[in-house]
């Protein structure tokens, strides 16, 4: 995830203050030092890192030593509110558009930063909350761009405005919210072409667009891994076009996303939404608070739970817990549980929201899921019955599923194998849970 | 001779190169109009002059470890030479900042090679939205002008609308162009364009890849095995793999030459976009951490202005710029 590295250093540092008994101008030496360094290399605009450390600095000295919390509790809960403060406090929503009336909606930025395909999301998002929504590109520069928008307009099933690459941006823009308001369309997207910001003619051209079409959010794009420039890269654009926010962009890479710490600091722009992914659907409100925990390493709890929320069928979720607890655990209850969790995204991206739970290289989590892929790939070959009393198993039937599947019996014994250790945990897990104590090991979380 | 003084002797006899000067307008304005300043303003080097230079330094994304270390040295300098004044160290800085690009070695050639009866091919790889299919664009420009045979292989085949984007190029350049279907097998169109780019005699074949976040380990080895097609099907072809950066990335410029370099050789960078940021420091700190040469960097948006990267009017446009006009 973008801020894990910060967070990796946050982590040791703090490992480091534990064995600290106050918070001291000397020892703070050192952690300030070792925050800095961070915080830069994670492209923290250097005058929000001097703020940021002459705050943490004053705020640590000042703070009552009480005997319950630890030195380095304390700075960690200093440094995640100044975080927070930092990444704007309160989560600020985005405007949805409303039933009967048209909302525009304008996305702005440098070339490449994922204007496109964020307009495609955005499609995406207000169609799932019943929207009826319209997308038109005004990117009559860049080869193909429109293409690239009716390609995606398609994917997320929304209406698509047939711009002319002939025709003024202006005069599109006029075109498409004109024909979005007779057709009852309760938002309409305007993709714009990306620009640099000392482009005079096409900085004035989407400020023209902007007075003229009065979007209810003008969102500036940022991209995860924009280095010390980002900044004035969103003063420029929001003297031009008044922006409403801010998307961070890419944010699945490992850019550390330090431009999006300082922009609210600098430019009081609020982040908005935050892209996660390649798919349409990889478009998420931004939370600060959230992101302050994953930065200093406390896992993101809660959007693991709404993630889940979206993509489990409780009462699906409910059946195979009863199972699980009644002893009548199956092969094809694995593979159910196992598309469940898949559904709730990457078992990497899973992984990152944990707590306690941080390193899964890119490498292990393609492994798991190709052996998940495998795993589906034997069952289907299966019969019914061979799926629910995989005892009966013999080479023969082994060798069957084998070429039904196009794996190896090897791989069929390796599946059996996992699927008899799940449920052996399954039978201790219900001992436990009869005597009322928790396994050995097991998260109290 | 300091380096400085180096330039603007072989300057003065020859104008700057245009595109150059133009297109590190800004970077230069943040960096040596800067350092200028901080050479007024501080008549001796004490530790105020110190910080604000390390502020210059990090603000230009020259780096971090970098801008430690040039740091480290010049205050060491100054302790041997308590004489030094500010302006003295500034061009002691530069020195140690042309010293820091030259010693990674490598050849100074940033063209590419040709041979007789051989395809060149030119792998094109980044992050996305870094501008490789424009970038390609350019460099089919500049190679047809030098009348190269060229082919070019839509490899990226996930983006929507980069199959077309990269065919109206090809239109408009009057340049062939290998393309696969949608969602294909980039590999498949890698080795389509190979056999092509072979039976057709084509001098130079350039590859567009689609782009890809480095941190994803099945889309890198993906890279890898396109190259390893095109081996086989031309296995006496040189072939380059260019690594394109956007100038506006910050630190993570870094992590994505180094994973991009694990994944399969990167044999030169293109940065792009440089003519929009006053970050001119990134083009040292990619050279520092991964120590390959930068070849080609983009000074505007013309077809002409991605240029053959040179070190000499990179540091005369960032440091003098045209003075003689």
Redesign the interface.
Known sequence: MAFEALSERFQALFKKMRKEDALTEKNMEEALREIK?AL????VN?KVVKAFLSDVKEKALGSEVTRTVSPSEQLIKICHDEIVTLLGGEESELALPKKGKLSVYMLVG?????K?TTA?KLSLFFKKKDSKVMLCSLDVY????I??????AG?AGVAFYETDPKENPRKVAKAARKKAEDEGFDALILDTAGR???DEALMDEIGDIAKEERPVETLLLV????????V??AKAFNDKVRLTGVVIS?L?????G??ALSIKYLTGLPIKLSATG?KLKDLEAFHPDRMAERILGMGDVVTLVEKAQEAIDEKEAEKAAKKMMSGEFTLEDMLKQMKMVQKIGSLGAIAKLIPGMPKI???Q??KAEAEMRTFEAIINSMTPYERRHPEILRFSHKNRIAKGSGKTNADINRILKRFEQSKKMMEEMKRYQKSGKLPPGFPMR | MGLFSYLKDKFSKKKGEESYVKGLARSRAAFSDRLALLAKRHAKLGPDYFEELETILIESDVGVSLSLRLIDELLEKSRQNPEMTPTEANEELIDMMFVSYVEKGGSIVNELAFEPGKTTVLLMEGVNGVGKTTSIAKLAYRYKKQGKKILLAAGDTFRAGAVEQLGIWAKRLDIEIVTGKANADPSSVAFDGAKKAREGGYDLLIVDTAGRQQTKANLMAELGKMRRVIEKELPSSPIESFLVIDATTGQNGVSQAKAFSEASPVTGIVITKMDGTSKGGIILSIRDEIGAPVRFIGLGEKMEDLVEFDLDEYLHALLVGDEHE
């Open positions: 360094v830069l290399e994670s492209d250097f440098l070339q490449g930063t994922g496109t495609g860049r080869p193909a761009a293409d690239q928008l009716r390609v995606l994917e640099l910001q000392i991209d995860a891994s924009a280095g010390q420039d980002a004035n890269v890419k699945d890479g490992d850019a550390k330090g431009s390649e290289s890119e490498e989590t393609s």
